[in-house]
């Protein structure tokens, strides 16, 4: 087995394995280490921007290719979505969202390399897992301007390609060589993507799986108020 095959058959699925497992096992044993160890207190200079446009990016990010990837081929064309408006959608997205979280991610590892406070309070984990997602944000940008002449060409194969690849690993089917003729900056975007599961239950990021969700959709919170009352 060669490194093409091993990277795009056999490591997605030690990354999804480590990914599940691991945080289960964090979760069970470690839980006072589940949060976000937000460090807002130490110093709120820069934080509101880079924050909003890191997590606004990396959610576009993840639902954009979780649709994107994971939705069958057909059913985009069911659906009257061409070839053609499906790339330039992607593009247009990932641009736009690939961009934000690029940008979000350096400002917020700057903070953290730069600012003594937070510098001091921070972990080697914390510096580096915003360097790989920055770095992974940076690739997939990369990727943009080959996917730009080849919609101009009228050609969306590497798109369909890259969509077929991730649904063999989905369906338990890894077919690694229909990445062979795919140009090697996708493909070094896909293995730091991925890798960034294979981190995920070391880091912070752990704090996604306990998201606020609910908060969307739970009644309002009565509170009273001293407010007005004269003290007797």
Not at 140 to 154: D, E, Q, V
Not at 170 to 183: C, E, I, K, S
């Amino acid at each position: 087995m060669d490194l093409h095959n091993f990277i795009f058959s056999v490591y997605p699925y030690i990354v999804f394995g480590v990914f599940f497992l691991g945080s289960w096992i964090r979760f069970d044993n470690e839980q006072y280490t589940w949060k976000s160890d937000s460090s807002q207190l130490l110093s709120k200079k820069g934080l509101r921007l880079a924050s909003n446009l890191f997590h606004v990016g990396i959610i576009g990010l993840f639902f954009g290719h979780l649709a994107g990837l994971l939705i069958p081929h057909k059913v985009f064309l069911a659906l009257g979505v061409s070839d053609m408006t499906h790339q330039w959608v992607a593009i247009s997205a990932g641009t736009v969202f690939g961009g934000m979280c690029l940008l979000g991610a350096v400002l917020l590892w700057l903070r953290r390399m730069f600012t003594p406070r937070v510098r001091a309070a921070s972990r080697w984990m914390d510096i580096n897992i915003l360097g790989w997602l920055a770095l992974t944000a940076f690739l997939g940008l990369s990727t943009i301007p080959f996917s730009i002449h080849h919609a101009n060409a009228g050609d969306a194969s590497t798109m369909i390609v890259l969509a077929e690849w991730v649904q063999s690993i989905a369906y338990f089917r890894p077919d690694p060589d229909l990445l062979r003729g795919v140009d090697t900056v996708y493909k070094v975007h896909l293995f730091l993507g991925l890798s960034v599961f294979l981190f995920f239950p070391f880091t912070r990021l752990v704090h996604i799986w306990s998201a606020p969700i609910t908060y969307l959709i739970r009644a309002y919170q009565v509170v009273r108020t001293k407010r007005g009352l004269i003290r007797s």
